[in-house]
């Protein structure tokens, strides 16, 4: 199946991950958007829901996810997402969505750690980092809108240019989508490691546990990092990956 005649849902799953970070991000919210007719308030106040629905499940997901390490049980902690980390790896685009996985978590991890000022420090990095990554939308979005421009100039008959406008459209998701990822990623982790009700102590081993979830994960990425820019060609397959098996794993050395 092709782009071309994809359901969006189906095809931003595809993209980002093949749904098997359907438990850290969950589905990219672009996909519902596209969907829908958003000057209608209705639609608007279902896509809200939605996305409070999402992150009440991420954030169980991740709680649950924690809870080993709070409780103590480091190497099944660790053992746990070394298995995760491996399989989240070989799925599409799954080594550049690991990394930015593990970089969101380091910096919230850190910053739930810090006193004042490294708190200042690491919103003020964070904030840097959103203005650099939006900056490289509009720049992907501009080289989009101007293959378009010139494919209708050619009166939309050049197959090369065709491909090479659904490339950088696709491209163009892409960064969209990594966008709303880190957003969603961000406000989980508020919810997970600012919690008011907590105990201190449960709050400071939950940021040490998303510490170590983000160096796992960024040591699994490095084998995978590289985007497949393949997967942005309109002949490319976005199929459903292959099924888990059952077939236990040895870890990763620790």
Not at 20 to 35: E, H, K, P
Not at 120 to 149: C, N, P, W, Y
Request: hydrophobic share 40%; charged share 25%; net charge neutral.
């Amino acid at each position: 199946m092709t782009p071309d005649f994809m359901d969006p849902k189906h095809l931003f799953r595809m993209l980002f991950g093949g749904g098997r970070f359907g438990d850290i991000f969950g589905d990219v919210s672009l996909a519902s958007i596209m969907t829908m007719d958003m000057n209608n308030p209705l639609a608007r106040g279902i896509l809200e829901r939605e996305q409070w629905e999402k992150r009440e499940h991420l954030t169980i997901k991740l709680v649950a996810k924690l809870q080993p390490f709070v409780a103590g049980k480091v190497s099944e902690f660790k053992d746990a997402a070394n298995k995760e980390a491996v399989e989240l790896a070989e799925s599409p685009g799954g080594g550049e969505l690991l990394e930015l996985v593990a970089y969101v978590y380091e910096s919230e991890g850190k910053q739930h750690s810090s006193n004042v000022f490294g708190k200042i420090f690491s919103e003020v990095k964070e904030k840097g980092h959103f203005i650099r990554s939006t900056v490289d939308l509009v720049s992907q979005a501009v080289k989009a809108q101007e293959m378009q421009m010139r494919l209708q100039q050619s009166g939309g008959t050049n197959r090369a240019l065709e491909n090479a406008m659904m490339a950088e459209g696709l491209k163009t998701i892409w960064k969209m989508g990594k966008l709303d990822i880190e957003t969603t990623l961000r406000k989980v982790c508020e919810m997970v490691l600012g919690d008011l009700l907590l105990a201190k102590d449960i709050k400071k081993k939950r940021a040490q546990g998303v510490l170590i979830l983000a160096e796992i994960y960024h040591r699994h990425a490095k084998n995978a990092s590289k985007l497949d820019t393949n997967m942005f060609s309109p002949t490319a397959s976005y199929s459903q990956p292959k099924p888990k098996t059952t077939e236990s794993s040895a870890p990763d050395p620790q």
